[in-house]
């Protein structure tokens, strides 16, 4: 019985249904080995050896196959079809072959399917082959590459930018596109310009808009009409003249449907259709494909499957009639840039089910698998037919033109399925236009002027940032999502209303990198550098070569750099910023002069916390300060580096400061007698730059003492803790132990009395119970249908989960528990258990081994007939370290 391997359990369960109890189907869990997060993982000096080790979760997954093939000598690699996925299917044939479970005698067999259908398992089980080593050394070369960058550039930045946190090789450039972007919407300035349209009546009392494109016998250009002055002389210039038909042009027009989803198509729709970011994107694409509702995500590939353009033709047909559909099928170029990696387009699998034909509980999957099937049966359709019509209104004589477009749709085509979003869409002149006839008069109803400003252009959102790191042929697919997600991750992006922010942090280390690092982090050297490892894949170039050259020039510049003070970096910064930080002045003094002192000169510094600001370099003589950025943009009530000052009380400075981690209010100054004043996190829900100083006061008055409890004496506290507002019934001196209770809100801990303290003091210690009272059970899931077992989706202090036996798996925090079906419940049942599992097994192995070896050792000193076992719990003990168990 052949052991069949692929990444999840869900995929595990769902392709163990279609080959039947001949095979036995396990999970590998993702990525089964890593590099190790040390430095000397990979080894430049030894023709970039690298160093892999199994992870401590994936241990027992490896366990799990290497136990099954003892018993089934046979191994199919049934991993993604994508570079990522022969990677995994490499590291586990290396990890068995190391742990021996794969003999000379086991045949190994590599299998990919680009759908998880039957049809397509069954015949991909016809078609194996040995895994690709050229996709396997573009993986190693990619991964080694960024380990290389990562352990070699973070740490410059570390010592060298205090605050800044590490910078990858993919990530750094996306950074650079938000930063450039931020930077032009600053230095932008926008321009006036008018425009002049007028509303006129056909002879039939109909109406129509129509713009002055011509003025004076001159075509109109954006700017000509440049002030409000202008453009009355304009309305002038219309009102004193009679207008008529000149020209009605009607022309017929096409538009034609776009091509089926890839990956970075699929993200950006997404994004535009429904606000999605980019992991969510793929994590409900992953789930639709391990359903096996659609084909597999990943992809550059928009060609489909001709027995899928077979399927789309005939749904369309059957669907919207014969009309819709086209004489020939439509065929879409594939823009892969490698050809090892141009699967085919994502589309659902069985194009004749729509999304109501489906029982699709998840609404985001719901969402998804209907943009997925639109579109594919779209990209199959019809064009739809317009007719754009374009009316000339003149003055006859040649002084005033005006012009008036618009269209009619004489057949919808693949619009009445799906038309494709658009990012950042100007007004469209798509209107409808009334009956018009060449020479009928166009009396005025209204002539009106409209100023107009330039505007910059648009931070990028998720889905025009990876619209353009496509462009430029920075990133793959499999990279998109945690390219973006990373950005955020690190504090040096931040996502509000849908679009992207560069942070102080993000700004600095872009900077940073441009200054020392520029070739690294361009634009067209990176997308070479992509261009080179797809080389590789497909097998035009050496890995370790593309490796050399890079890590040749690579390590000099790390070299050079890591030389530099951190003042040095400071003022380069300072001179690379100068124009952004300190722009010139309108009485043309020097613009980094100080204005508190006159004496220093202001300079970008770093703070401890990781921030930025504008400091004198007068101090400690002038501790003028500024918000990082340039003079004018501080925000209302901002906090300054140094705090700030809400007033007095009781004699005391009351302060807020930003910290480490987090704001918090402080009572009086740091000095050498008081080096530790006291202090009080500011809660989340009230934003530091609006703190007044009797709220401040209340907040360094925690903890509030009640008084004591009328059962047993001990004192009652209110306070702001970790998680939020609660009561301690504690001993007076400690004031710890004893028993917790939430308060509902915030003012509450101002406000709560004793009886009600004591009221929820007691039910909080009713609600212990011993064990504790049930919890609030929110949905029954049914039994589980390999052990048995009830499930349930069950409230809990910290969000719901799901409870199966004494296994509860935390939910995922945008997972709504009316949304989780069984499979999901199934597979995080598993992944909880599979941990839960792994803690258990690891300690008892401690003493039986200690015990063992010690019993070993006494009779080895008994007698000397014994020291061949010795010898052989020696050996037994090297055969455990390397099948990767644990011992002591």
Same mark, same amino acid.
């Given at each position: 019985?052949?052991?069949?391997?692929?990444?999840?359990?869900? =995929?595990?369960?769902?392709?163990?249904?279609?080959?039947?109890?001949?095979? *036995?189907?396990?999970?590998?869990?993702?990525?089964?080995?890593?590099?190790?997060? !040390?430095?000397?993982?990979?080894?430049?000096?030894?023709?970039?050896?690298?160093?892999?080790?199994?992870?401590?979760?994936?241990?027992?997954?490896?366990?799990?196959?290497?136990?099954?093939?003892?018993?089934?000598?046979?191994?199919?690699?049934?991993?993604?079809?994508?570079?990522?996925?022969?990677?995994?299917?490499?590291?586990?044939?290396?990890?068995? *072959? =190391?742990? !021996?479970?794969?003999?000379?005698?086991?045949?190994?067999?590599?299998v990919v399917f680009n759908a998880i259908t039957k049809s397509a398992v069954t015949e991909a089980m016809k078609n194996p082959r040995d895994v690709d080593m050229e996709l396997v050394e573009a993986y190693l070369a990619r991964r080694a590459l960024d380990y290389l960058v990562g352990f070699n550039l973070s740490p410059v930045l570390w010592r060298k930018l205090p605050g800044a946190r590490s910078a990858g090789r993919v990530q750094s450039v996306c950074l650079r596109l938000i930063v450039e972007r931020e930077m032009e919407i600053e230095a932008f300035n926008n321009r006036e310009y008018w425009s002049v349209k007028a509303l006129l009546d056909t002879p039939r009392g109909q109406q129509f808009e129509a713009k002055l494109t011509v003025l004076g016998g001159k075509k109109l250009d954006k700017f000509d009409i440049a002030s409000a002055e202008a453009a009355e002389l304009a309305v002038h210039a219309i009102n004193t003249r009679d207008l008529s038909i000149a020209n009605v042009e009607a022309k017929p027009a096409n538009r034609n449907p776009s091509p089926p989803f890839m990956t970075s198509t699929l993200q950006q729709e997404a994004s535009r259709k429904f606000g999605f970011g980019a992991r969510q994107t793929m994590n409900v694409a992953q789930r639709l494909y391990e359903a096996g509702l659609i084909t597999y995500m990943r992809t550059d590939g928009i060609d489909m499957a001709p027995e899928a353009i077979a399927s789309a033709r005939d749904a369309i047909g059957a669907r919207y009639g014969k009309d819709y559909v086209p004489g020939s099928p439509r065929v879409y170029k594939n823009k892969a840039k490698n050809a090892q990696e141009a699967h085919e387009c994502i589309r659902p699998t069985d194009l004749a089910k729509a999304t109501e034909d489906l029982k699709i509980a998840d609404p985001d999957q719901r969402k998804l698998y209907d943009l997925i099937w639109k579109r594919t049966l779209a990209s199959q359709m019809e064009a739809a037919r317009l007719e754009r019509t374009t009316v000339t209104v003149s003055s006859g004589d040649g002084q005033v033109e005006l012009r008036a477009s618009g269209q009619v749709m004489l057949f919808d085509g693949f619009m009445k399925v799906y038309e494709e979003g658009r990012d950042d869409v100007v007004d469209e002149d798509d209107k409808r236009l009334p009956q018009i006839a060449t020479g009928e008069a166009a009396k005025k109803s209204q002539v009106t002027p409209d100023q107009h400003f330039t505007q910059p252009p648009p931070r990028y959102t998720e889905a025009t940032l990876v619209k353009r790191m496509e462009e430029l042929g920075i990133g793959r697919p499999s990279t998109y999502a945690s390219v973006v997600t990373t950005i955020q991750d690190r504090d040096y992006v931040r996502k509000e209303k849908n679009r992207l922010f560069p942070e102080d942090k993000g700004r600095l280390v872009t900077v940073f990198l441009m200054s020392y690092f520029r070739k690294y982090v361009g634009y067209e050297f990176t997308a070479n550098l992509e261009n080179e490892l797809d080389e590789v894949s497909a097998g035009d170039a050496d890995y370790k070569e593309v490796l050399n050259r890079f890590w040749r020039d690579f390590s000099a510049s790390v070299g050079e750099t890591m030389e530099l003070r951190i003042t040095e970096v400071l003022e380069k910064i300072n001179e690379v910023l100068e124009p952004h930080l300190f722009p010139p002045t309108e009485d043309g003094s020097d613009p980094r002069g100080c204005k508190n002192c006159g004496v220093g000169r202001l300079s970008m510094r770093t703070a401890r916390s990781g921030g930025a600001f504008i400091g004198c370099s007068n101090y400690p003589e002038c501790r003028y300060t500024r918000p990082f950025g340039p003079p004018g943009m501080e925000i209302a009530g901002a906090i300054p580096p140094e705090g700030k000052l809400l007033g007095q009380d009781a004699g005391d400075n009351i302060w807020v400061h930003k910290g480490r981690f987090g704001p918090y209010a402080q009572r009086g100054e740091v000095t050498e007698e008081n080096k530790k004043p006291n202090r009080q996190s500011i809660p989340k829900e009230w934003p530091p730059e609006d703190l007044e100083l009797e709220t401040a006061v209340k907040l360094l008055s925690l903890p509030r003492l009640l008084g004591t409890h009328p059962e047993d004496g001990v004192n009652v506290w209110s306070n702001i803790g970790r998680y939020g507002p609660y009561l301690k019934h504690a001993d007076t001196t400690s004031n710890r132990g004893g028993t917790n209770a939430n308060l509902e809100g915030l003012d509450e801990v101002f406000t709560v009395g004793m009886n009600r303290a004591v009221q929820l003091l007691a039910e909080k210690v009713a609600s212990r119970g011993g064990r504790g009272a049930p919890a609030k059970v929110l949905r029954e899931m049914g039994d589980h249908p390999d052990d048995g077992g009830a499930i349930q989706i069950v409230e809990g202090k910290y969000g719901a989960y799901v409870k199966w036996e004494k296994v509860n798996a935390t939910l995922p925090k945008e997972t709504e528990p009316a949304d989780v079906t069984i499979e999901q419940a199934l597979e995080l049942i598993a992944a909880k258990a599979a941990k839960k599992g792994t803690r258990k097994k690891a300690a008892p192995k401690k003493k039986p081994a200690a015990k063992k070896t010690a019993a070993k050792k006494s009779a080895a000193k008994k007698t000397t007939a014994k020291k061949p076992a010795a010898k052989k719990t020696t050996a037994k003990k090297k055969a455990d370290t390397d099948s990767g168990d644990v011992v002591e």
């Open positions: 019985m052949p052991v069949v391997v692929v990444e999840s359990p869900a =995929k595990a369960k769902t392709i163990n249904k279609y080959l039947g109890d001949d095979y *036995t189907v396990l999970a590998s869990y993702g990525h089964v080995r890593d590099l190790p997060p !040390k430095d000397g993982s990979v080894d430049p000096e030894h023709e970039f050896d690298m160093k892999w080790e199994i992870a401590s979760d994936s241990k027992k997954h490896v366990k799990a196959i290497a136990d099954a093939l003892a018993d089934d000598n046979e191994l199919i690699l049934a991993t993604d079809p994508d570079r990522e996925g022969e990677a995994i299917s490499w590291h586990l044939q290396e990890a068995l *072959t =190391k742990r !021996k479970s794969i003999k000379k005698t086991t045949p190994v067999k590599r």
